[in-house]
């Protein structure tokens, strides 16, 4: 039983390390990318379009938030699975197993919902990894 336990616990260690390494090393910067040839992108087309059709800038900037929001929503997911696994690593083996199955998995479920949502509107030339269409879809 300690010995499964251990594994359990260690294997979900494991898992958070390749999630954060993922969304800090690949995730993020193909965001910031994303977000920068928007911002760009909504300047240099502002520069040219006269003040009453700035209007049509508008889904480009929320789009530009969007973005924006989703960056900030990951950074704060991977900090509070930084936090839970830190806090369940420091308990027994037991409680430490309880904890990572009751609080860690949630949190490590939360960063890949942020993750999955960046995923689908990054543009594919940004994306540095397969998306979940294309590995359906490979043959």
Known sequence: ???EVERYVKDLEIEVNAIDEIAVTYVL???????????SSIDKVAKVL????????????????SIARSISSLKSALAALRETTAAALALDIDAAA???AYKVA????AVRDVCDAI????????WPLPKYREMLFIV
């Open 1 to 3: 039983y300690h010995l």
């Open 98 to 100: 309880t904890a990572f």
């Open 106 to 109: 949630p949190a490590i479920g």
């Open 50 to 65: 006269d003040g009453d059709d700035q209007s049509l800038l508008a889904p480009q900037v929320d789009e530009l938030r």
């Open 29 to 39: 910067p193909a965001a910031y990318a994303h977000q920068k040839a928007l911002a």
């Open 119 to 126: 995923e689908s509107s990054v543009d594919d030339a940004l």
